[in-house]
């Protein structure tokens, strides 16, 4: 099972712990399921060439991967680097200067790392240089080797085509759960990111991996509301639901037990780094999305749960790929079990079904 942390202390690099409608794998089987998973990232994901230049970024949590993702590569292309960098500690924090240089020279880069890439300025520059990248937080050995990496990312790709048709020049979306979750915000419907679908073969393309969701950032200062997370939060599966009450775009109280003390803390640590100027953007939701992998679980780590079909996600912090928002310096997401969404008053999804 994974686990349910209950403490105040830093999240530790996750392990690789038997999760629930997973089967029991020797290392035999799990490292050949491995192996297959990075050739579906190269060949299938990325779809690298011979003379294009990759770069894998690990750490020390996961240099294994890092490794089968260097052999893979080295099947394709001899121009192939692999990096383990120290880990960092929060999802949003730069990598090492010598590192966002490196990014910046590259057609391809892979980021299988404890704590997130995607919303930091190293990897929005890498892109706008034309590097295609994916980006792989919290990604363990049992995560690569099935669950969501082992989806049909070209359905995936039809799903949240279908979804987005739904979605255009609609701009008011409510969300609402059994938990008590009622918050509503507008958004500009030119702007949902539809590229989340595991295919990442264009210069300046971002995902993750595993892929599976469609997602927007709410317009500045409209999010309002109960927004109750009942699933998990920082990568945490939560035992007692974290209550937070949003006004003008920003979550301005929360409870919910000792998971409440610690995502304070947190919150009040990554302040604390930044200018005083800035502090005041540490708590904006900045970005909403919808899960659509069905071989996603929710397993307690962000990469797996926000693509679980049947959720949705709020995220708070930073959003680097956004004009003018504040450069909190976190980026953590709260995912809610078997929402209803409801856009310009017609249902998107109901609780947890998707309604198109």
């Known amino acids: 099972m994974a686990r349910r942390k209950k403490d105040t202390e830093q999240s530790e690099?996750?392990?690789?712990?038997?999760?629930?409608?997973?089967?029991?794998?020797?290392?035999?089987?799990?490292?050949?399921?491995?192996?297959?998973?990075?050739?579906?990232?190269v060949n299938t994901c990325m779809e690298i060439r011979s003379h294009e230049n990759v770069l894998i970024i690990a750490d020390?949590?996961?240099?294994?991967?890092?490794?089968?993702?260097?052999?893979?590569?080295?099947?394709?292309?001899?121009?192939?680097?692999?990096?383990?960098?120290p880990m960092t500690r929060h999802n949003g924090d730069e990598p090492p200067s010598p590192v966002a240089e490196l990014m910046r020279r590259q057609s391809v880069v892979l980021a299988p790392t404890r704590y997130s890439l995607t919303h930091t300025r190293a990897r929005i520059q890498?892109?706008?240089?034309?590097?295609?990248?994916?980006t792989m937080p919290g990604m363990t050995k049992e995560m690569f080797a099935r669950g969501g990496m082992s989806a049909d990312f070209s359905k995936i790709r039809e799903s949240i085509n279908r979804v987005a048709v739904h979605l255009r020049r609609r701009r008011k979306i409510r969300v609402t759960s059994a938990e008590g979750t009622d918050i509503r915000f507008e958004v500009d419907p030119k702007r949902w990111n539809k590229e989340d679908s595991g295919i990442c073969n264009r210069p300046g393309m971002v995902t993750n991996l595993p892929a599976g969701k469609i997602f927007i950032y709410p317009d500045e200062g409209t999010s309002s509301?109960?927004?109750?997370?009942?699933?998990?939060?920082?990568?945490?599966?939560?035992?007692e639901p974290l209550r937070?009450?949003?006004?003008?775009?920003?979550?301005?109280?929360?409870?919910?037990?000792?998971?409440?003390?610690?995502?304070?803390h947190m919150f009040a640590e990554a302040a604390n780094s930044l200018p005083a100027?800035?502090?005041?953007?540490?708590?904006?939701?900045?970005?909403?999305?919808?899960?659509?992998?069905?071989?996603?679980?929710?397993?307690?780590n962000a990469l797996e749960d926000e693509k679980v079909l049947g959720t949705c996600y709020f995220s708070i912090g930073s959003d680097f790929g956004t004009e003018g928002r504040p450069q909190a310096g976190i980026h953590?997401?709260?995912?809610?079990?078997?929402p209803t969404i409801i856009i310009d008053g017609e249902p998107l999804m109901v609780s947890g079904v998707l309604k198109i």
């Open 126 to 134: 890498a892109c706008n240089d034309g590097a295609r990248v994916a």
């Open 332 to 338: 953590t997401s709260g995912v809610i079990r078997n």
């Open 60 to 85: 020390p949590s996961t240099s294994e991967i890092g490794q089968a993702l260097y052999d893979a590569c080295q099947a394709v292309s001899k121009r192939v680097l692999l990096v383990v960098m």
């Open 13 to 41: 690099p996750a392990e690789d712990e038997q999760v629930e409608g997973w089967e029991e794998l020797t290392e035999e089987e799990l490292n050949a399921l491995i192996i297959e998973a990075a050739e579906v990232v």
């Open 244 to 264: 937070f009450k949003v006004n003008d775009g920003a979550a301005t109280d929360i409870k919910g037990g000792p998971e409440a003390q610690r995502v304070r």
């Open 277 to 300: 100027k800035s502090q005041s953007g540490i708590w904006k939701i900045v970005q909403f999305g919808i899960g659509l992998n069905p071989n996603s679980k929710l397993i307690g």
């Open 225 to 239: 509301g109960d927004m109750v997370i009942d699933g998990s939060f920082d990568s945490v599966l939560l035992s």
